[in-house]
């Protein structure tokens, strides 16, 4: 059986998660890697970050790359284009839900920490992802879908991305800007009514509430030294 090395406020595990669930596939587990962050996670998957795809012991990196094997996987129901010229269309809008908006984001979320904030970082980063928006806001699509009028691959990586945007972008100071791009906010209102969106922004909402209460509790910032402890040992 396949394995999804995956966390619940992951967005790039959930881009891939969500694409599970719209595709209704049962036979892949979802898992936490117990070492993930440790010396033997970075061992057996070089690129040390998650989502990584477990198929009975080969591993496979990098959300995009899962994303589109298990289209070829599970060719039906499909989450790409009934032609290439769609298909083309969906990896755009996809790339700048991951490239240009969940990798800065990803990237912002450090800055959050009002003590150790980077200004120059945080306006770095977060324009970007303001100038991504407003590109996105003239390509997506008004009928509740990224494009194509039905649920795509492109669904799958804005829905992590304008979670984040949504979430984190107060927490570095910035507004919220999704209700000022009226076709961003449109679909972004829309694409929650589908229950596989639903189901991965309940995970991500999970998984921020955990994430809160650990720096609230002071268990994050230990668990983060004792992580870099470890990694920094295994470099020496
Ligand atoms: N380009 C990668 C990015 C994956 C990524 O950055 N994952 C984060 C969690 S959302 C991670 O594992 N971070 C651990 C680290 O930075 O060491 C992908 O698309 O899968």
């Given at each position: 059986m396949m394995k999804l090395?995956?966390?619940?406020?992951?967005?790039?595990?959930?881009?891939?998660?969500?694409?599970?669930?719209?595709?209704?596939?049962?036979?892949?587990?979802?898992?936490?890697?117990?070492?993930?962050?440790?010396?033997?996670?970075?061992q057996r998957n070089p690129i040390g970050r998650i989502p990584v795809l477990d198929i009975d012991g080969d591993l496979m990196p990098e959300s995009e790359v899962i994303a589109e094997y298990l289209e070829e996987v599970y060719p039906q129901p499909s989450l790409l284009g009934a032609d290439p010229r769609e298909t083309a269309h969906i990896r755009t809008l996809a790339r700048i839900g991951d490239v240009y908006i969940m990798n800065n984001m990803f990237m912002l979320s450090p800055q959050a920490r009002a003590s150790t904030r980077n200004?120059?970082?945080?306006?770095?980063?977060?324009?970007?992802?303001?100038?991504?928006?407003?590109?996105?806001?003239?390509?997506?699509?008004?009928?509740?879908f990224a494009c194509c009028g039905r649920l795509t691959l492109a669904d799958c990586a804005l829905t992590p991305a304008l979670f984040l945007v949504e979430n984190v972008l107060p927490g570095v100071g910035v507004d919220n800007p999704i209700p000022t791009l009226p076709k961003v906010a449109a679909w972004w209102?829309?694409?929650?009514?589908?229950?596989?969106?639903?189901?991965?922004?309940?995970?991500?909402?999970?998984?921020?509430e955990e994430r809160r209460e650990l720096i609230r509790s002071g268990a994050f910032d230990k668990m983060m030294a004792a992580a870099k402890a470890a990694m920094e040992a295994a470099d020496a």
């Amino acid at each position: 059986m396949m394995k999804l090395y995956s966390g619940d406020l992951s967005p790039y595990s959930a881009r891939v998660r969500m694409q599970i669930y719209a595709k209704g596939i049962t036979d892949i587990a979802l898992e936490r890697p117990a070492d993930f962050g440790l010396p033997a996670f970075r061992q057996r998957n070089p690129i040390g970050r998650i989502p990584v795809l477990d198929i009975d012991g080969d591993l496979m990196p990098e959300s995009e790359v899962i994303a589109e094997y298990l289209e070829e996987v599970y060719p039906q129901p499909s989450l790409l284009g009934a032609d290439p010229r769609e298909t083309a269309h969906i990896r755009t809008l996809a790339r700048i839900g991951d490239v240009y908006i969940m990798n800065n984001m990803f990237m912002l979320s450090p800055q959050a920490r009002a003590s150790t904030r980077n200004q120059g970082v945080v306006d770095l980063l977060a324009g970007q992802v303001v100038r991504n928006l407003k590109a996105l806001d003239r390509m997506i699509g008004a009928d509740g879908f990224a494009c194509c009028g039905r649920l795509t691959l492109a669904d799958c990586a804005l829905t992590p991305a304008l979670f984040l945007v949504e979430n984190v972008l107060p927490g570095v100071g910035v507004d919220n800007p999704i209700p000022t791009l009226p076709k961003v906010a449109a679909w972004w209102a829309a694409i929650q009514q589908q229950d596989a969106a639903a189901r991965t922004l309940a995970e991500l909402h999970r998984g921020l509430e955990e994430r809160r209460e650990l720096i609230r509790s002071g268990a994050f910032d230990k668990m983060m030294a004792a992580a870099k402890a470890a990694m920094e040992a295994a470099d020496a």
